[in-house]
């Protein structure tokens, strides 16, 4: 999968406006991504930023654990799902309160 920033002809980065649609990509930055819009959003601010791949940061961590963390891990992992979302949402929303305050300017 390849993304491209979005950048004017005078070369300024200009964010796009993002759904709320929850399709994460982990960056190389091992940050999660909420959509493809998002981090095309960010990778038009880091020109280094590539994929890692398809899903959230935490998915390929590798690590097991025992019969006695599992429900601790599983609450967490929820925990960190539900926060990876509201977080998405909530740089969705930031996103279009840039947008609107940028056409305002």
């Known amino acids: 999968m390849q993304f491209t920033s979005s950048t004017s002809d005078d070369g300024i980065c200009t964010e796009r406006v993002c759904t709320k649609e929850f399709q994460p990509l982990c960056?190389?930055?091992e940050?999660?991504?909420?959509?493809?819009?998002?981090f095309q959003n960010a990778?038009?601010?880091n020109s280094t930023?590539?994929?890692?791949?398809?899903?959230?940061c935490s998915d390929k961590s590798?690590?097991?654990?025992?019969?006695?963390?599992?429900s601790e891990s599983a609450l967490w992992v929820s925990d960190?799902?539900?926060f990876s979302r509201k977080s998405s949402a909530l740089l969705?929303?930031?996103t279009v309160l840039a947008a609107i305050?940028?056409?305002c300017a």
Do not use: H, M, R, W
């Open 49 to 56: 930023l590539t994929l890692a791949f398809e899903g959230e």
């Open 92 to 94: 969705s929303i930031v």
């Open 27 to 29: 960056g190389s930055d």
């Open 101 to 103: 305050l940028a056409l």
């Open 31 to 38: 940050v999660t991504y909420g959509n493809k819009c998002l």
């Open 62 to 70: 590798g690590s097991t654990s025992g019969p006695a963390q599992a």
């Open 80 to 82: 960190a799902i539900a």
């Open 43 to 45: 990778k038009c601010c």
